[in-house]
């Protein structure tokens, strides 16, 4: 079956534009979790959503929103952007939330210029 | 809360050498771990995991061994190859985090021939 897919896989932006990026989760899986990863704070939570219901959310700026839609595709949005947003953006997904097994998309490689 | 704790790296190893990469918990009851593996520009992908006390997960010449009593989790491989080097994450899910997986920092792992 086909894996998780994260579109784009490069993207670069300038301080202050907005960002979308998006995840199309595995055919039958209804949780979506968003990562960062940059080298300095390693995997931080955005947050989940299971059933286009946001479930869990971690410490990240209102700036950082989501959604997810009846077909369990989920975009992420980051507005007013900062150099420090610069990160690999992973999407996982799972049958029914992060305590089952995650399967991770290649991430979006956003830099902020 | 609940934390996971790693050691750190870089782990450098020759070619067949034993391999173990420590990981300790913290939370309360008995959370599932879980070790994932990101290889180079590829997002993360589950290695193995273990649900209760004692249980052992094994993958890919990998093992862990789910001990309450130490609250470890540790990885171990008696023989590793080239093609093992990778970035090693271990994470926790738990009633307390409300499932959601909770990271350890990660441990590059980088095997010379």
């Known amino acids: 079956k086909a894996g998780v897919t994260q579109t784009p896989r490069y993207l670069i932006k300038t301080r202050g534009q907005q960002v979308t990026l998006s995840c199309s989760p595995i055919s039958g899986h209804r949780s979506v979790s968003w990562y960062q990863q940059t080298p300095g704070q390693g995997l931080q939570f955005l947050f989940e959503y299971f059933s286009e219901t946001q479930r869990n959310k971690g410490n990240f700026p209102g700036r950082f929103s989501g959604r997810q839609f009846s077909n369990s595709r989920s975009e992420m949005n980051v507005s007013t952007l900062e150099l420090g947003d610069s990160a690999l953006y992973l999407c996982a997904s799972s049958l029914w939330g992060q305590g089952t097994e995650a399967f991770f998309g290649q991430g979006t490689r956003l830099t902020v210029v | 809360g609940n934390s996971v704790t790693q050691m750190e790296g870089p782990v450098t190893l020759s070619e067949e050498a034993f391999l173990t990469i420590n990981c300790t918990y913290t939370?309360?009851?008995?959370?599932?771990l879980f070790w994932y593996v990101q290889y180079p520009g590829e997002g993360l992908q589950l290695l193995l995991k273990?649900?209760?006390a004692d249980d052992k997960g094994s993958n890919k010449g990998f093992e862990a061994t789910y001990r309450k009593e130490t609250t470890s989790f540790h990885l171990e491989k008696g023989s590793v190859q080239v093609s093992d080097s990778a970035v090693y994450f271990c994470?926790?899910?738990?009633?307390?985090?409300?499932?959601?997986?909770?990271w350890g920092a990660g441990t590059k792992l980088i095997i010379k021939p």
């Open positions: 273990a649900t209760k």
């Open positions: 994470a926790l899910s738990g009633m307390d985090s409300n499932y959601q997986l909770i």
């Open positions: 939370a309360t009851g008995y959370p599932s």
